[in-house]
């Protein structure tokens, strides 16, 4: 098989993958301006006749779902921060501060990677009732503020920082606080970005978390309220996809104003040179 032919063939797999992922997508939206009768139709119809928009006025109308986002969008973006500020600063600590058995706590740090989520769910769920934070925003952030990939991540980028910039710091009298705030936080843009697009988007689609320790609709996310947009009796599906697609909007414009940091974060070190 000659080289255009080899080409041709892996940008016509490709092109099936980008569909067989986009396809979902694509069917949400579109379903989101169909008319009930055309969402359940059959054959499912590809495409709205029209531009219709009772579906989202009518997500509105039967739940809150504009409380639902404002609450994800404080709860990710509190998780997003404390992330941030946990992460990079263990990472300093482990890539550039010499301490007793370092290693050691480095790799308990990479074996809770190992733990799932599920596996803490019910210990978490305990400490949290006990505090007293159910139903509450404490009860939704703190027990992400912390990350193990998140200290990896940014581990990794400091320590491909160059050596002689800490060395002339030292030398000017800087110490670790100083070279965190003016020399590492600043250089470390791009990873500190993909963190931050990472936690985001994590804590923005968490479901069961907020589905068991919130009672009351002031406390609710927007996963949660999706979920009431199903009901026993009847599921309109446009109504949901409807329901989806508001829901979705702010993540996928997150994750297109930060996607070139997101790719020079993760391949930041992959070439040298």
Not at 209 to 215: E, H
Request: glycine residues 6%; charged residues 10%; proline residues 5%.
């Amino acid at each position: 098989m000659n080289r255009p032919l080899q080409k041709t063939f892996v940008y016509i797999l490709l092109a099936i993958a980008a569909a067989l992922v986009l396809y979902p997508i694509f069917y949400t939206f579109s379903a989101t301006f169909m008319t009930p009768d055309e969402a359940s139709a059959y054959p499912p119809r590809f495409l709205p006749s029209g531009f219709y928009v009772g579906s989202i006025l009518a997500v509105f109308q039967l739940v809150p779902i504009g409380k639902f986002i404002t609450n994800s969008l404080v709860v990710s973006l509190l998780i997003m921060i404390g992330q941030l500020m946990t992460s990079s600063m263990a990472a300093y600590a482990f890539a550039n501060i010499r301490f007793k058995g370092k290693a050691f706590i480095f790799s308990l740090f990479m074996a809770t990677m190992m733990i799932p989520w599920e596996v803490t769910i019910i210990p978490n769920y305990l400490t949290v009732k006990k505090w007293d934070w159910l139903d509450s925003l404490q009860g939704l952030t703190v027990p992400f503020l912390a990350t193990a990939f998140g200290t990896f991540l940014l581990r990794q980028f400091f320590l491909q920082l160059p050596k002689e910039l800490f060395e002339a710091a030292r030398i000017d009298g800087c110490g670790h606080i100083r070279i965190f705030f003016r020399i590492v936080l600043p250089l470390g843009r791009p990873a500190l970005a993909t963190l931050a697009v990472y936690a985001f988007l994590n804590a923005w689609n968490m479901y069961l978390w907020p589905l068991l320790i919130t009672n009351s609709e002031e406390m609710r996310t927007a996963q949660i309220g999706i979920a009431m947009l199903q009901f026993e009796e009847l599921t309109v599906w446009n109504l949901v996809l409807a329901g989806v697609t508001i829901v979705l909007l702010p993540s996928l414009l997150l994750l297109v104003l930060g996607l070139k940091q997101l790719v020079r974060g993760l391949t930041a070190g992959a070439v040298k040179g």
